[in-house]
């Protein structure tokens, strides 16, 4: 590189990739310390971090964490390279996660599919969304293999944009998933419509326990529907007015 810049020039560009490493390692400490990966059960990782998430500070951090079992991706958006790259190298030091809660995150199909593979190696059991923002319903097909492949126990979605037609793509995974005990869809925009995919998951599923349909305004109509589902279930939640 010397060769093909003059000296001042190269010797500037060396000193700002010298500064901008400095600061890579001193936001990744920073972040190391404000959550406190060493010794924690939950693991907190913001999505508008992700820059930092193959840094070795933060990986070094993580490794050390051996008894961590809930980790949380809150506030930012989550692309398709960062759950295909960063997102897989921190799951491989946390393989002793049983939880993943993601909260106020945007992500689209190709971030949660690329992120699926990962998280079979978890010994995950449930996952835990809210208000996570997807631009596409499709997104709840990739969502329902992974309940399928990770055979997990929980699944909460509260407030996350599914609409009936999102709820159509779960619910044949909702049907075939034995393992699955809790399901949680309070908060979604869904009506009569997506309430008759439930039903017929239920007839197939014995094994679900419970069941939350809150919302925060229904027409009565749906509430109605929702008291039908009780003979299928052994609990279901639902705030009728």
């Not at 939950?42 to 961590?68: C, M, R, T, W, Y």
Request: proline share 2%.
């Amino acid at each position: 590189m010397q060769a093909l810049f003059p000296k001042d020039v190269y010797e500037r560009a060396k000193s700002l990739s010298y500064e901008l490493a400095k600061s890579h390692a001193s936001r990744a400490h920073g972040l190391v310390e404000e959550h406190g990966y060493r010794s924690r059960k939950e693991i907190v990782f913001p999505a508008k971090d992700a820059d930092l998430g193959e840094s070795k500070e933060v990986l070094a951090a993580l490794e050390q964490n051996k008894g961590a079992c809930i980790f949380s991706l809150v506030s930012g958006e989550v692309s398709e390279a960062f759950a295909a790259t960063g997102l897989a190298a921190i799951f491989a030091r946390v393989p002793a996660t049983t939880q993943l809660r993601i909260k106020d995150v945007a992500m689209d199909a190709f971030a949660l599919q690329a992120m699926a593979g990962s998280l079979t190696k978890l010994k995950l059991q449930s996952i835990w969304m809210k208000r996570v923002r997807f631009p596409s319903q499709r997104v709840f097909e990739h969502l329902g293999a992974i309940i399928i492949q990770s055979k997990l126990q929980e699944v909460t979605l509260r407030d996350v944009g599914m609409t009936d037609y999102g709820l159509a793509f779960l619910a044949d995974p909702i049907a075939k998933a034995e393992s699955l005990k809790r399901l949680d869809l309070s908060y979604n925009p869904i009506t009569r419509v997506g309430l008759r995919c439930i039903e017929d998951a239920l007839k197939e599923n014995d094994h679900l326990e419970y069941l939350g349909l809150r919302q925060k305004r229904a027409a009565a109509a749906y509430y109605e529907y929702v008291k039908g589902l009780k003979s299928l279930i052994k609990a279901i939640d639902f705030d009728a007015f």
